[in-house]
């Protein structure tokens, strides 16, 4: 059974920093491509940021560039989401996915995977 389960989310001022953490289990996880996407009330998912198996290749959305840093520890089986300078509209519920890494285009991701997402808020 493949299982991703987020944590790290919370309340956090404006200006401040969080760190996600994405542990997948039930899947080869080197041979995926991770994500994480986020979705505020009202709104559609949005794509954040994500990262080919070996961590060589990082695709991240314009709006968190400079702010957000996504990376990956294969050993622990874990994909992870830095998070600084934290706006008020980064709140959201955050989710991280996994595709299948065939080497494509990062922007072209088919994510097969699901975790259950973790809360940010951001207060201003």
């Known amino acids: 059974q493949v299982q991703l389960v987020e944590s790290g989310g919370g309340l956090v001022q404006a200006g401040g920093s969080l760190r996600l953490s994405c542990a997948v289990s039930?899947?080869?996880?080197?041979?995926?491509?991770m994500g994480w996407f986020r979705q505020a009330p009202g709104k559609e998912r949005e794509f954040v940021a994500a990262?080919?198996?070996?961590?060589?290749?990082?695709l991240t959305v314009d709006s968190v560039k400079g702010r957000f840093t996504i990376s990956r520890d294969n050993a622990k089986n874990t994909v992870y989401l830095q998070m600084n300078r934290l706006k008020p509209e980064d709140t959201a519920a955050y989710y991280c996915?996994?595709?299948?890494?065939?080497?494509?285009?990062?922007?072209?991701?088919?994510?097969?995977?699901w975790g259950q997402g973790t809360q940010v808020t951001v207060s201003s």
């Open positions: 996915a996994a595709a299948y890494d065939r080497n494509q285009d990062l922007q072209l991701l088919e994510y097969d995977y």
């Open positions: 039930g899947l080869a996880f080197s041979r995926y491509a």
């Open positions: 990262i080919s198996w070996a961590g060589g290749r990082t």
